[in-house]
């Protein structure tokens, strides 16, 4: 077994996780929403009202029937380059020998591109009580933690999933978000650190700053999500981003980024799409995550992908398996998790997808496939590795943070 | 009918158009509002609904300490800051939608002009060929552009190889988001030219060379007022959507210098808290092009829209 030390999250600071519990409460978006032809026609009623603080005590779970039984099927979302494929792109090999196990018929989409702009389509329809049409969605532990928080997802049986309870490994079944994992599920983990192509580059990439010479000027992409490119930026200026730093650290993060883009170098901001720019040429190096490059190694078959944790140090993050609040396929849902922690299935998904595997035992099956990708770091990370390229994991903020980091971001980076 | 008759039928004088005997008001009135009923429901629910909770969302305000949760307000700043934050992405938009509008109706209107009077036969398939983008989604043809558009892709490999292509590449460039607006709304400025072409008698066109104007007099009197209803509702139906576009800056545009509609978006989905910013930009937007418009269609209009 390779435990992945410095996963754990820091709880929560009490404050923090004060407003978090209060803001399970009862208020919601949609109820606010939901009044605005009241608002609309009444504006002059309701003038300047102060706010009212959210009520308290939350609102019991109705949970939906469980149709499971009845109807045999799985919508599951997830995100670009996260699932063992065969040749052609078309089938996974894993999921298929699921459906013929189970009779259980999945379907699996590429929905997610980044967590904001996934969580912004369905939060609104999940707060209304609408289907979304999916069982399972895979989201980062910072956006996992946020619907938790408003209860967008349903609590989990363990007792109906042994694989999970026995193979999760350790320093993953007590997560800050979610002790106990009762409603979430590590589906990977990963790295974000500079992927590049050797050969169009022409030389090793190094550090970070590697990756603002001239000549690779306009061909640079980075990864919408700030907890990723922020973190390493920062972290290439010198701070700890586990702790102890604040907006002023953040905000000079920010200003050097911004820079880049003005000055031509970083070409895009995007999701996971920006593997479209590295397979289409526009780009040749960036900020990127570990699987998805050597995904573009295997699907381009170019071997001169290459994936790096840049000298000053890279970020560690989850995604996270939860079913969403209107499902009413929790049982399926629980059956795929289940099938997934078993070891040789785990092993089967990561020699594919070269993500960071949070299945105990996956490693001794990894052997008797693969025994290179059994030592890939990439895959089995040890703690020397991790302490050794200093690879962290973004603090976690707190409710206000969020908002204005997120605003902050927006308004330099992305939309400018 | 004497071609007099007709070209004073044109320039639409109702005397030539014979006036129905007035029916019966009261009977006329009752159905006439049966009539509206279905159209006057569907804009209540909509369009005057939405609008109603667009404009109560643009002055809500923040619930501090709770992301993404709003509470009832008169934030007036919210416009301010649309207005102030958001002036140059403004401002892009109007350029850009402008330049996109105007070179469609470059391309369009000798397109709309050889489907109507010199096709012939080949008018069918020249018809398709314009529609014929419909039949894919938007999204999907503003992406094939940007693979076409690519650094290694053919159009920017043939530009560099002739030097043309100062910056290196072509995608990522406002130049191709205005090729892209330009290529997507080139169907809305099409169709109503050749609509409004179609129509006109050829006869009163050639009465024109008939009174000795040549062939470029004869264009600039006669039938470039005749498709003025086209022109117009073309420019419009190109302006107002490529106004508020965010596809192909998304998808063709540089990271730098977005237009008001990838604001719009990035604050409803990507900053929890972005909604009344978000509608009070989309306020303000219709607001800006109604009054353009209305400005363009007091100077330039018609009696008639196609």
């Known amino acids: 077994m390779t435990p992945i030390p410095r996963r754990a999250r820091r709880p929560l600071s009490p404050p923090a996780a004060a407003l978090t519990q209060a803001a399970s409460g009862g208020l919601s978006r949609r109820a606010l929403l939901g009044t605005g032809l009241a608002a609309g026609t009444g504006l002059a009623l309701t003038g300047c009202a102060p706010p009212e603080p959210p009520s308290g005590g939350a609102a019991s779970l109705d949970l939906p029937t469980d149709l499971s039984d009845k109807e045999k099927i799985l919508k599951w979302a997830n995100w670009t380059a996260y699932l063992d494929m065969n040749g052609k792109e078309t089938k996974s090999p894993t999921l298929e020998a699921f459906m013929q196990k189970t009779g259980i018929k999945v379907t699996y989409s590429e929905d997610v591109d980044d967590n904001d702009s996934y969580y912004a389509k369905v939060a609104p329809q999940l707060r209304a009580g609408q289907s979304i049409d999916r069982d399972i969605f895979t989201l980062t532990d910072w956006m996992a933690s946020r619907v938790i928080r408003d209860q967008l997802c349903q609590p989990l049986e363990l007792i109906q999933m042994p694989n999970v309870v026995s193979n999760l490994l350790q320093p993953l079944k007590d997560v800050s978000f979610d002790p106990g994992r009762t409603h979430s599920i590590t589906w990977q983990s990963g790295f974000a650190g500079i992927g590049y192509n050797k050969e169009k580059v022409g030389r090793e990439l190094k550090t970070l700053d590697d990756l603002w010479a001239d000549d690779l000027k306009g061909r640079i992409v980075v990864l919408s999500e700030f907890r990723d490119t922020a973190g390493l930026v920062m972290q290439a200026q010198g701070v700890d981003i586990e702790s102890g730093w604040g907006k002023a650290e953040f905000e000079k993060a920010l200003d050097f980024i911004e820079g880049k883009i003005e000055d031509g170098y970083i070409r895009k901001v995007k999701g996971n799409s920006y593997m479209e720019d590295l397979t289409s040429g526009n780009a040749v190096a960036g900020i990127t995550w570990s699987g998805d490059i050597f995904v573009l190694a295997y699907d381009t078959e170019d071997p001169n992908w290459t994936f790096t944790i840049p000298e000053s140090g890279g970020t560690l993050w989850s995604d996270n398996m939860m079913v969403p609040i209107t499902s009413t396929h929790r049982s399926n849902a629980q059956r795929l998790m289940d099938y997934y922690y078993d070891p040789a299935v785990a092993a089967q998904v990561a020699a594919w997808v070269n993500y960071v595997c949070p299945v105990d035992g996956a490693q001794a099956e990894m052997e008797k496939l693969d025994p290179d990708l059994a030592e890939s770091p990439w895959i089995f990370p040890t703690a020397e590795f991790i302490a050794d390229n200093n690879i962290q994991s973004f603090r976690v903020l707190d409710a206000d943070e969020d908002i204005e980091f997120a605003d902050l971001w927006s308004t330099k980076v992305m939309g400018n | ?306």
């Open chain 2, 1 to 306: 009918m004497s071609s007099l008759a007709q070209v004073s039928q044109v320039a639409g004088d109702p005397a030539v158009h014979p006036t129905a005997p007035a029916p019966e008001t009261e009977k006329r009135s009752w159905t006439a509002y049966l009539l509206l009923l279905p159209g006057v429901l569907w804009l209540g629910v909509f369009f005057i609904l939405p609008l109603v909770q667009l404009a109560a969302v643009s002055l809500q305000s923040r619930f501090p300490g709770f992301p993404g949760y709003y509470y009832r307000d008169l934030n007036f700043e919210n416009y301010l800051s649309a207005l102030t934050d958001y002036a140059p992405h403004f401002a892009r938009s109007f350029l850009y939608a402008g330049l996109a509008t105007f070179l469609a109706f470059v391309v369009a209107y000798p397109l709309a002009y050889a489907m109507a009077f010199k096709a012939g036969r080949w008018r069918n398939l020249m018809m398709i060929c314009v529609v014929a983008p419909f039949f894919t989604s938007f999204i999907l043809r503003t992406f094939a552009w940007s693979q076409i558009l690519a650094d290694e892709g053919p159009v920017a490999a043939v530009l560099n190889f002739l030097h043309l292509l100062p910056g290196g590449h072509i995608i990522n460039t406002p130049v191709a988001v205005v090729a892209g607006l330009t290529y997507n709304f080139l169907p809305f400025m099409v169709l109503p030219i050749y609509a409004s072409l179609e129509r006109a008698d050829p006869r009163v066109i050639e009465a024109g060379g008939d009174l000795y104007a040549n062939g470029f007099t004869t264009f600039r009197t006669v039938t470039l007022p005749m498709s003025m209803p086209g022109v117009l509702a073309g420019t419009l139906l190109t302006f107002i959507p490529a106004a508020g576009d965010f596809v192909n800056m998304e998808l063709l545009g540089p990271q730098r210098g977005k237009m008001v509609g990838n604001v719009i978006n990035d604050q409803f989905l990507a900053v929890p808290g972005g909604y009344p910013v978000a509608a009070a930009l989309s306020f303000t937007l219709m607001a800006a092009i109604l009054a353009m418009v209305f400005l363009y269609v007091r100077r330039f209009g018609t009696d008639e829209l196609v």
